[in-house]
């Protein structure tokens, strides 16, 4: 042990209930740190992964072509299905994909492409012996679907077995089943330009999306197809990555190979994405309030114990310690303090956040939870380690600079007098 | 760093006219008004003279703890005075043993720590050599059966008697004692004088004692009388 450290441990013992104080506030501060920064991430992925798990990392909407050869194009298909949708300066975009096979080909040669799904949709009313509801028919090949979302874990009630053997089978969201008070195994009329069909649910899915699950009802491709009369092209492509944290550069690249649209899932879901980060760094930013207060705690125990012992400064100094050395002995003083309360406060935060895993809470509308989601990373620990360090020891200079350039001669005059 | 002119190996310490005031405005006042002084290695000096004089503040810039405001102080032949703070500390840990007089131990740790603690900052032995060095310093004091006693626990004079065998605990050339008898007994002054006095003879080193005690100073090799800021 340095004999600065030996010194310092010894005068540490001096002031118990002081640096109590300290302590306790460390330990609150790393402790409250790690378990909001473990519920707020494990919400903000929770969504991630719902967001990946429903409309996929990214979405290849509208054909864009510039202005001079769109125009060409309103031209000749005048009579087509596609219309042009927006304008933007010297860009267009045609709604819908014309060509998906071509389109489906070109995306599996992406590297970071996992699984791609054409996806048609349209609107319907669907009608129950109970009631009727206008919602959307969305036409999957459901194989590729499985591959590119999480439907397969988001059924609650039936197989999905079911729905891909029988051509009359759907997809119905949890809420819309409600609704319309149907279950596995009913069947009910959906009815599109003016011709009507009878289907039997197949299986209900639940995403917690509310959005997806109040109006999204999944049918066998072929079938959308002839319901919605239209036996080519897509709405959408949706597609998912190997690296999901490559969205926006795979999607920019995939805009200029081929000429489409592509959104990530980073793009399409900023609002929420924003609002969970400005959730996780405010939280961040209350709970340093209890690091901030162990670091003023820290100042105040460290300038009493300076002044209490100056006279022992001045020993310290007239046999060869250095100023350097002194205010060593009171930093180290801050650091053992640092060191007790990080790791109780590591503790404390991993506790508790086991304990609010298994809380009971029930979320629906943008995800669906029944118990509080924590994310366990090494990283929240971390920060919070390094915010208590700097508030801390950044509380522990002038204290400790203080004692350092207290002069023997006159603290023995003062002292002996 | 200043060339010197006396023989360096005979002269432990010298100061040249030094001045010192102390107090603000008003209170200013002249403490020392031009002292000069020389110490031979393997000499015992007293400085005597009445309370107030200035002894102690004469001390405690010989000990390098104090700047002057006038005149220059060698220490083994090195032109102190005006050095730096590192240089003057390294001084003080390596060539001078300073005994305060409001004997000074540090008081949360036991005498043998107090003793091996200018030992641990110059770092030259190991645990156990410090160790055994500690011991045998405090048993020449007639300390050797409460070297684990906190300060604390000890008797004015008890403390006083650590606090010179932490003076001598690096072997310096200079040892300066502010009235280290003034709380013992006749006896233990006599062991600490005899034994500070062996030193000077044995190992060449240089003792300056601030005395009251006439008897004491009537044994040192020199007797200085100090009035009113300056000798005699
Ligand atoms: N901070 C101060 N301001 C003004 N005067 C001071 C201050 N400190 C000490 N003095 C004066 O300096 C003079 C010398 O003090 P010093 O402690 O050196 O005396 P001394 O000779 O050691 O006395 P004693 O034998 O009582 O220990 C005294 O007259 C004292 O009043
Ligand atoms: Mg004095």
């Given at each position: 042990?340095?004999?600065?450290?030996?010194?310092?441990?010894?005068?540490l013992?001096?002031?118990?209930?002081?640096?109590?104080?300290s302590l306790?506030c460390?330990v609150?501060?790393v402790?409250?740190?790690?378990?909001?920064?473990?519920?707020?991430?494990?919400?903000?992925?929770?969504?991630?992964?719902?967001?990946?798990?429903?409309?996929?990392?990214?979405?290849i909407?509208?054909?864009?072509?510039?202005?001079?050869?769109?125009m060409?194009?309103?031209?000749?298909?005048?009579?087509?299905?596609?219309?042009?949708?927006?304008?933007?300066?010297?860009?267009?975009?045609?709604?819908g994909i014309?060509?998906?096979?071509?389109?489906?080909?070109?995306?599996?040669?992406?590297?970071?492409?996992?699984?791609v799904?054409?996806?048609?949709h349209?609107?319907?009313?669907?009608?129950?012996?109970?009631?009727s509801?206008?919602?959307?028919?969305?036409?999957?090949?459901?194989?590729?679907?499985?591959?590119?979302?999480?439907?397969?874990?988001?059924i609650?009630?039936?197989?999905?077995?079911?729905?891909r053997?029988?051509?009359?089978?759907?997809?119905?969201?949890?809420?819309?089943?409600?609704?319309?008070?149907?279950?596995?195994?009913?069947?009910f009329?959906?009815?599109?330009?003016?011709?009507s069909r009878?289907y039997?649910?197949s299986?209900i899915?639940?995403t917690?999306?509310?959005?997806?699950?109040?109006?999204?009802?999944?049918l066998?491709?072929?079938?959308?197809?002839?319901?919605?009369?239209?036996?080519?092209?897509?709405?959408?492509?949706?597609?998912?990555l190997?690296?999901?944290?490559?969205?926006?550069?795979?999607?920019?690249?995939?805009?200029?190979?081929?000429?489409?649209s592509?959104?990530?899932?980073q793009?399409?879901?900023?609002?929420?994405?924003?609002?969970f980060?400005?959730?996780?760094?405010s939280?961040?930013?209350?709970?340093s309030v209890?690091?901030?207060?162990?670091?003023?705690?820290?100042?105040?125990?460290?300038?009493m114990?300076?002044?209490?012992?100056?006279?022992?400064?001045?020993?310290?100094?007239?046999?060869?310690?250095t100023?350097?050395?002194?205010?060593?002995?009171f930093?180290?003083?801050?650091?053992?303090?640092?060191?007790?309360?990080?790791?109780?406060?590591?503790?404390?935060?991993?506790?508790?956040?086991?304990?609010?895993?298994?809380?009971?809470?029930?979320?629906?509308?943008i995800?669906?939870?029944?118990?509080?989601?924590?994310s366990?990373?090494?990283?929240?620990y971390?920060?919070?380690?390094?915010?208590?360090?700097?508030m801390?020891?950044?509380?522990?200079l002038i204290?400790a600079?203080?004692?350092a350039?207290l002069?023997?001669?006159?603290v023995?005059r003062?002292?002996?007098q | 760093?200043?060339p010197v002119?006396?023989?360096?190996?005979?002269?432990?310490?010298?100061?040249?006219?030094v001045?010192?005031?102390?107090g603000?405005?008003?209170?200013?006042?002249?403490?020392l008004?031009?002292?000069?002084?020389?110490?031979?290695?393997g000499?015992?000096y007293?400085?005597?003279?009445?309370?107030?004089?200035?002894?102690?503040?004469?001390?405690y810039l010989?000990?390098?703890?104090?700047?002057?405001?006038?005149?220059?102080?060698?220490?083994?032949?090195?032109?102190?005075s005006?050095?730096?703070?590192?240089?003057?500390?390294?001084?003080?840990?390596?060539?001078?043993?300073?005994?305060?007089?409001?004997?000074?131990?540090?008081q949360?740790?036991t005498?043998l720590?107090?003793?091996m603690?200018?030992?641990?900052?110059?770092?030259?032995?190991?645990?156990?050599?410090m160790?055994?060095?500690?011991?045998?310093?405090?048993?020449?004091?007639?300390?050797?059966?409460?070297t684990?006693r906190?300060?604390?626990?000890?008797?004015?004079?008890?403390?006083?008697?650590?606090a010179?065998?932490?003076?001598?605990?690096?072997?310096?050339?200079i040892?300066?004692?502010?009235?280290?008898?003034?709380n013992?007994?006749?006896?233990?002054s006599?062991?600490?004088f005899?034994f500070?006095?062996?030193?000077?003879?044995?190992?060449g080193?240089?003792?300056?004692?601030?005395?009251?005690?006439?008897?004491i100073?009537?044994?040192?090799?020199a007797?200085?009388?100090?009035?009113?800021?300056?000798?005699?």
């Amino acid at each position: 042990m340095s004999p600065n450290l030996r010194i310092a441990s010894r005068f540490l013992t001096a002031k118990k209930r002081a640096m109590l104080m300290s302590l306790s506030c460390i330990v609150l501060g790393v402790g409250l740190f790690v378990v909001t920064q473990a519920t707020t991430s494990g919400f903000e992925q929770f969504f991630i992964r719902t967001i990946l798990g429903t409309n996929g990392a990214i979405r290849i909407e509208d054909r864009i072509q510039d202005t001079m050869r769109s125009m060409q194009a309103g031209g000749q298909n005048s009579n087509s299905n596609f219309y042009i949708a927006l304008r933007t300066e010297g860009k267009k975009y045609i709604e819908g994909i014309e060509e998906p096979k071509l389109l489906v080909d070109a995306l599996r040669r992406f590297e970071n492409v996992a699984g791609v799904s054409e996806v048609l949709h349209g609107p319907v009313i669907i009608r129950s012996s109970f009631k009727s509801e206008s919602v959307r028919a969305y036409g999957i090949n459901v194989d590729d679907h499985l591959r590119v979302s999480d439907l397969g874990s988001q059924i609650i009630q039936g197989h999905i077995s079911d729905f891909r053997d029988k051509p009359s089978g759907a997809l119905l969201g949890k809420e819309m089943a409600d609704r319309l008070q149907l279950t596995v195994g009913d069947s009910f009329i959906l009815e599109s330009q003016g011709e009507s069909r009878r289907y039997r649910v197949s299986a209900i899915y639940e995403t917690g999306v509310a959005d997806i699950d109040r109006v999204r009802i999944y049918l066998n491709m072929s079938e959308a197809r002839s319901l919605l009369k239209k036996p080519t092209g897509a709405s959408f492509i949706q597609v998912s990555l190997f690296d999901k944290d490559r969205a926006p550069q795979d999607a920019q690249h995939m805009v200029a190979v081929l000429q489409y649209s592509a959104a990530s899932w980073q793009e399409r879901e900023k609002t929420w994405l924003e609002v969970f980060r400005a959730l996780r760094i405010s939280t961040a930013i209350t709970v340093s309030v209890f690091t901030l207060i162990a670091g003023l705690a820290m100042f105040n125990t460290l300038a009493m114990i300076v002044m209490e012992k100056t006279k022992e400064i001045a020993i310290l100094r007239s046999m060869g310690y250095t100023r350097g050395d002194i205010s060593q002995i009171f930093l180290w003083q801050a650091a053992i303090v640092l060191m007790l309360g990080t790791v109780t406060g590591w503790v404390l935060g991993a506790v508790v956040t086991y304990a609010i895993s298994n809380f009971p809470i029930r979320i629906r509308g943008i995800f669906a939870t029944d118990t509080f989601i924590v994310s366990w990373s090494i990283w929240h620990y971390v920060a919070a380690t390094a915010t208590a360090v700097i508030m801390v020891m950044a509380a522990s200079l002038i204290p400790a600079r203080r004692a350092a350039r207290l002069e023997p001669g006159d603290v023995i005059r003062g002292t002996a007098q | 760093m200043e060339p010197v002119t006396d023989p360096p190996d005979k002269i432990a310490l010298r100061c040249s006219s030094v001045h010192r005031y102390l107090g603000e405005g008003e209170g200013r006042v002249h403490v020392l008004k031009g002292v000069s002084f020389e110490a031979h290695r393997g000499q015992v000096y007293a400085v005597v003279g009445p309370s107030g004089c200035g002894k102690s503040t004469l001390l405690y810039l010989l000990g390098l703890l104090d700047r002057q405001d006038g005149g220059d102080i060698w220490i083994n032949g090195r032109l102190m005075s005006n050095s730096s703070d590192a240089e003057r500390t390294a001084a003080r840990g390596i060539n001078i043993g300073f005994v305060f007089q409001f004997h000074f131990l540090m008081q949360e740790f036991t005498s043998l720590e107090n003793v091996m603690m200018p030992m641990r900052k110059l770092g030259r032995l190991t645990e156990a050599a410090m160790r055994e060095r500690a011991h045998e310093l405090l048993s020449a004091v007639g300390m050797g059966d409460k070297t684990h006693r906190l300060g604390t626990q000890l008797s004015g004079g008890e403390q006083q008697r650590v606090a010179i065998a932490r003076s001598l605990a690096n072997a310096p050339a200079i040892i300066l004692a502010d009235e280290p008898t003034g709380n013992l007994d006749q006896r233990n002054s006599g062991i600490v004088f005899d034994f500070l006095t062996q030193l000077a003879k044995q190992n060449g080193q240089a003792v300056i004692i601030v005395t009251h005690n006439p008897e004491i100073a009537g044994r040192c090799d020199a007797v200085r009388s100090m009035r009113d800021g300056v000798f005699l």
